[in-house]
């Protein structure tokens, strides 16, 4: 596989070479996601998430992939959770604004 400098991508197989033309080769622009704060992480209270994104919805996931649930606060832009009641370990936070859905490793002391 070679990709020539008009963006083509051209790609050898048993029976030839192919040519692979409008591909984009880009990855999308994930800027968004440095507007998240997480804090504080490592946590065994009250986790908070601050943003400038309106946050739409969010899940918290544990390493089994199950939905966890735990007490939450939220308004448009931020999101408290109370985790005091979880297990301890590594959980994902997946939060879904307008455009994404941007996921946070989180642990829980």
């Not at 984009?24 to 968004?32: A, F, G, I, Y």
């Amino acid at each position: 596989m070679a990709i020539d400098s008009q963006n083509n991508v051209w790609v050898a197989t048993s029976t030839g070479v192919t040519k692979i033309s409008g591909v984009e080769l880009s990855v999308p622009d994930l800027s968004e996601e440095a507007n998240i704060e997480i804090y504080p992480n490592p946590s065994s209270s009250n986790l908070i998430v601050k943003t400038e994104l309106q946050i739409h919805d969010f899940r918290l996931i544990n390493t089994a992939g199950c939905e966890v649930k735990c007490p939450s606060l939220a308004s448009v832009n931020d999101l408290q959770l109370d985790v005091t009641s979880l297990d301890k370990g590594f959980y994902i936070l997946d939060i879904k604004t307008e455009h994404q859905n941007i996921r946070k490793p989180l642990l829980i002391e």
